[in-house]
């Protein structure tokens, strides 16, 4: 048997299995035991390769960075020389600033943990707003940020004839248009104030979707308003249809029902995160993001 490359936690066996493929990394689960005051123990294989790869999405975060904090450390102790963390959702990245005095920027916490601990992160869409770079957010030796934008937007394509792209926020930019440009498609961005955790206005831009069959893209639905409020100026305005194409499916059924009273058709997600709504896998991307930082790893 050869030496465990890919270490994985249950829940998220059919992704990191699928990773493990592509890679031709021998997988290993992380064997998980509850106590029942609360805390956990976590055991690993005892033979690792040199270079070990931890799959852990990092949604409904907060055990996860435990699990993390365990794991790495002992994969070092076990004798992984190079590390990385593959986090196809990264969680904490929107605190990037501290509004008021007091006021907690967990993106460099979680950040300077996460680069305590690994020697690279290979993550997707990443929700970057005032930083230049993963890099910043995160200052390990290797960030790697993949954008599953062009996905969404074949997706999109595949789905709907000519469809629209529009993006909620000013944020979503980045990806609306990074999805438009690879498949020759009509977008627009409309702006956004949040006015509480459930609560969004949206400005639309000035544009003629009449007609149209509007995708809204974006990098996450969490709470489903930020899309459904767009999704009804959208049908307001004459769209025939609104779908959903997000990277990160963080919404639960009450935000999907919030979703779909709005008006929105279908939502599709990539398999960052786990959920009925995914369409597409981002797997391929981080398999060839490993593989490239494989001969990395081999010049250092
Ligand atoms: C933030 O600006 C993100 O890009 C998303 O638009 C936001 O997280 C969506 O949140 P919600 O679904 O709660 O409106």
Redesign the pocket.
């Known amino acids: 048997m050869a030496d465990i490359g890919l270490l994985y936690f249950k829940a998220e066996a059919v992704s990191a299995l699928a990773l493990a493929k592509l890679t031709n990394l021998t997988p290993g689960l992380i064997e998980r035991h509850d106590f029942p005051d609360g805390e956990f123990k976590l055991k690993l294989p005892a033979t690792l390769a040199s270079s070990v790869v931890i799959f852990h999405g990092l949604d409904r975060p907060n055990a996860k960075l435990v699990e993390l904090l365990f794991a790495a450390k002992t994969a070092r102790q076990l004798g992984a020389k190079h590390l990385t963390l593959v986090a196809p959702y990264l969680a904490y990245m929107?605190q990037d600033i501290a509004f008021v005095p007091g006021e907690v920027v967990s993106q460099r916490i979680v950040g300077d943990l996460l680069a305590s601990l690994f020697d690279a992160v290979v993550t997707v869409d990443p929700?970057l707003h005032r930083v230049a770079d993963l890099q910043e957010a995160i200052p390990v030796k290797y960030a790697i940020n993949l954008s599953a934008a062009p996905i969404l937007g074949e997706l999109a394509l595949k789905k709907r004839e000519q469809p629209f792209l529009l993006g909620?926020?000013e944020?979503?930019a980045q990806w609306v248009a990074q999805a438009a440009k690879a498949h020759h498609l009509d977008f627009a961005v409309a702006t956004?104030n949040r006015l509480g955790?459930y609560a969004?206005d949206i400005q639309m831009p000035s544009i003629n979707v009449a007609g149209r069959a509007v995708v809204l893209l974006?990098?996450?639905?969490?709470?489903?308003?930020?899309?459904a409020r767009g999704a009804e100026l959208l049908l307001t305005a004459g769209a025939k249809t609104v779908d959903v194409a997000v990277t990160h499916a963080l919404?639960d059924a009450q935000?999907e029902a919030v979703m779909m009273k709005a008006g929105i058709s279908q939502i599709w997600s990539t398999d960052c995160v786990l959920h009925a709504s995914n369409a597409v896998t981002v797997m391929p991307a981080i398999a060839q993001a490993l593989s490239s930082l494989c001969e990395r790893f081999n010049h250092d």
Not at 218 to 227: M, Y
């Open positions: 929107r929700h909620p926020d944020e979503s956004k955790d969004v974006d990098d996450i639905a969490s709470s489903g308003h930020t899309l919404f935000a």
